[in-house]
């Protein structure tokens, strides 16, 4: 069975601070890919990263950078100098790569993030 | 031009009614999904169909019926509407062996 594991509920930061998201995940899988995306106080769910496991280089996107260690079965996200624009729930989700599984999304419960000025 | 489209954004009704939400893609894909996102943000998976049949049915209620009259639309149509319905319900599309799984904007529903 797949699961994904969000622990921390809500963090709270002060704008220009930089914030980590955890992520760990299970998985019998040896092939699957792993998820972030954003849920702004708008609603819509907007994809940010997808990382296949096979591929362990970690990744930078102007403020955000992803760390994926998969001997601690991680996929860790940062934000730096964070903005106000930042705060929203950020979901980490896995997928298997198994044709069975038909592209289903496994989420984790999500963080809260909460940014003030 | 929006790649996953769902309507209405916002449903109100009265319990036991019936109701339907519609989604449509733009993308060409042949995969659409409905995830549930309960009071507490939990997304989870309620049906998958790719090329109008049914893959994956996550136990959800038989008053949840999903309709895909074709690989582009996938609606769900919820009879005798409980309270315990009250959720986000979103509509995504993907191609099976694709990047990943885009979402509609979803759909905010309320029952009184």
């Known amino acids: 069975a797949q699961k994904v594991t969000q622990a921390q509920t809500e963090i709270s930061v002060v704008e220009k601070e930089d914030v980590t998201l955890d992520c760990v995940y299970e998985t019998r899988d040896t092939t699957y890919y792993l998820f972030w995306y954003k849920q702004p106080p708008s609603g819509e769910l907007v994809f940010l990263i997808r990382?296949?496991?096979?591929?362990?280089q970690n990744e930078i996107s102007g403020r955000y950078s992803w760390n994926f260690q998969k001997s601690t079965s991680s996929f860790n996200f940062t934000i730096t100098a964070s903005q106000v624009v930042d705060s929203a729930v950020y979901f980490c989700a896995l997928r298997s790569a198994s044709t069975d599984s038909w592209g289903k999304l496994q989420f984790g419960a999500g963080t809260q993030v909460v940014v003030t000025p | 031009d929006t790649a996953v489209s769902q309507t209405p954004k916002y449903l109100v009704t009265q319990m036991g009614n019936d109701k339907s939400i519609k989604c449509e893609q733009n993308l060409g894909h042949d995969t659409m999904y409905w995830y549930k996102q309960d009071s507490k943000k939990f997304l989870k998976i309620m049906f998958s169909y790719n090329n109008k049949e049914l893959i994956i049915n996550e136990t959800v209620p038989n008053r949840f019926s999903p309709k895909s009259p074709d690989k582009a639309h996938l609606n769900l149509h919820i009879n005798s509407l409980e309270l315990g319905d009250s959720a986000v319900y979103f509509c995504?599309?993907?191609?099976?062996?694709?990047?990943?799984?885009?979402f509609g904007s979803g759909t905010q529903l309320s029952v009184l």
């Open positions: 995504a599309s993907s191609q099976v062996t694709g990047r990943g799984l885009f």
């Open positions: 990382r296949n496991s096979f591929d362990e």
